[in-house]
């Protein structure tokens, strides 16, 4: 009866410790996150960038660019995926991590059309392409 008592509370104290969710993170972790999901939306877009200009220019395969514009979405998905699942702990930790997810949507919107000007869709100029990634860059990059 003595090991089921001290089983039962080894398992609480077990899943006490795991129900510590993100709230209870210090705000300088939560910064370093936000900062991290950031900085990997930024590389992202610039990845695509340099993608768009080289296929501009004749320099890369089409189907480089395309792997390249795949790459950076997933890229953008992951940061997506940490900036909404963080919990910040302070009104500034919120506000910032809020700012950076819009900056990270429209990354995401940016680098979606620079996948359609890669495959072939012609509508828009190169340079407007250009232009939307690196407005989006800016804007991920704070």
Request: hydrophobic fraction near 45%; include cysteine; glycine fraction near 6%.
């Amino acid at each position: 009866m003595a090991w089921r008592r001290l089983l039962t509370t080894v398992l609480v104290a077990l899943l006490c410790g795991c129900a510590v969710g993100e709230r209870h993170r210090d705000p300088a972790e939560v910064t370093a996150s936000v900062q991290d999901a950031g900085d990997q939306a930024a590389s992202a877009v610039a990845t695509v960038r340099t993608a768009v200009e080289l296929l501009r220019d004749d320099r890369l395969a089409v189907t480089v660019a395309d792997t390249t514009q795949a790459d950076s979405i997933r890229v953008l998905e992951q940061a997506t995926r940490t900036l909404t699942t963080l919990a910040p702990p302070t009104p500034g930790t919120r506000h910032t991590r809020d700012d950076l997810l819009a900056a990270v949507q429209q990354a995401t919107t940016a680098v979606v059309a620079a996948g359609a000007w890669i495959a072939g869709d012609r509508t828009g100029s190169p340079d407007q392409v250009l232009a939307m990634l690196a407005e989006a860059e800016t804007a991920v990059s704070g």
